[in-house]
């Protein structure tokens, strides 16, 4: 029989060797490295067009009216061109523009006339929703008028002084013969504001606070057309004319006319005048004391809070912009006679009075500004 020794032997062997090959770490087989995968990365995003991205349209209120147009205009084209906002300028009456600058829908009312709701603007200014940014020009006056060649003769057109001496209304009723209604030559003829308008009452009332009642007649247009045409007449011919009118208006620039000197105004004169206007006191019996000057105030400009908010610059800007009565009436006139849309007046204006507008604007708008009309 064999011995079992040596079998028990040769098996501890083999199982020692095995033990041991699987203690060994298992071979890995030689590969190719992993190619890296190209990822195409996107280029930074300029800060510049980032700021253009996020800059939303600055509204701007539009009452329809000649001055309101040319005003907005010349903000619109700064705003856009010396600060990169885009701009907007959207039609609505006056109370939708009160309610939508209130609630922040509207940015920019350039023409705020707040002698006509002073209550309200009292509100929305105190509220902080509206700020109030000062007078965008410095003088909205109405009156009567005539033109200068009237006083002071016209020496290019040949036309001598007609009344010297004629500066306030108490000397109206030495030239009254000069005004001559053509259909009662008795009597001077002032043509009145247009009918329906609240100055035509005003005026009947001024009439008889300044004694003229038996002096001069009235002739009342039936709408602003019929009134310049009146003036614009009377003014290619020479002849003389006494009228109501009123600026910033194209009429005015165009036409040298010279308001006549009443007696300053004052809220007790005016009150006086009010309750012969509302018909407490009869128009027959109309005191001394209800005539006096219409209000010559500015006219301010107001936006909505948020913007001082999203666009500082742009309320820096517009707080010192002020246009100016004068050169307003100047853009009004070029913007008639060349039958020019309020964007070319606004262009106009901004080559023609670069003195003003330089000082409402940081030197890079005003490069970029220079740069924009250049191109025009």
């Known amino acids: 029989m064999f011995s079992k020794k040596p079998m028990i032997v040769v098996s501890l062997i083999i199982a020692l060797s095995l033990i041991l090959g699987a203690c060994q770490p298992a071979a890995v087989p030689a590969t190719e490295e992993p190619a890296i995968e190209e990822v195409a990365v996107e280029e930074p995003v300029e800060e510049e067009a980032m700021e253009e991205m996020e800059k939303a349209p600055i509204k701007f209120i539009d ?85 200068r060649y009237v006083i002071e003769g016209d020496a290019e057109r040949g036309i001598e002084p007609m009344a010297p001496d ?63 045409a009146a003036i614009a007449g009377a003014y290619k011919k020479g002849d003389p004319i006494l009228s109501y009118y009123w600026e910033p ?56 809070a948020s913007l001082a908010e999203r666009a500082p610059e742009i309320t820096a800007f517009l707080e010192k912009m002020n246009v100016g009565t004068d050169a307003l009436n100047k853009t009004a006139a070029y913007m008639t006679s060349e039958e020019s849309s309020a964007e070319e007046a606004a262009i106009w204006y901004l080559n023609t009075y670069p003195e003003k507008w330089n000082t409402w604007v940081t030197e890079e708008a005003k490069a970029n500004i220079e740069s924009a009309l250049a191109a025009e």
């Open 63 to 147: 009452t329809m009216f000649q001055s309101l147009w040319i005003n907005n205009a010349i903000a619109m084209y700064i705003t856009e061109e010396g600060y990169g906002y885009p701009v907007e300028s959207i039609e609505m009456t006056t109370v939708v523009a009160q309610q939508s600058i209130e609630v922040g829908d509207m940015d920019v009312f350039m023409e705020n006339w707040i002698n006509n709701y002073p209550e309200w603007h009292e509100k929305v200014t105190s509220e902080g929703t509206v700020i109030d940014l000062g007078n965008v020009y410095d003088k909205s006056t109405q009156g009567w008028y005539v033109p």
């Open 166 to 228: 004629l500066k306030s209304i108490d000397d109206l009723v030495n030239y009254k013969e000069l005004f001559a209604d053509p259909e009662d030559p008795d009597k001077g003829l002032l043509v009145n504001c247009i009918i329906g308008w609240q100055c035509q009452s005003i005026n009947q009332v001024k009439v008889h606070a300044y004694g003229l009642q038996d002096d001069f007649n009235l002739l009342e247009p039936g709408a602003a057309a019929a009134l310049d």
């Open 249 to 304: 208006t194209w009429l005015i620039g165009l036409y040298d006319m010279v308001q006549i000197e009443e007696p300053t105004y004052s809220d007790e004169c005016w009150a006086e005048m009010i309750k012969v206007h509302e018909g407490e006191v009869d128009l027959e019996d109309t005191p001394a004391e209800a005539g006096c000057a219409y209000e010559s105030v500015g006219i301010p400009k107001s936006v909505h």
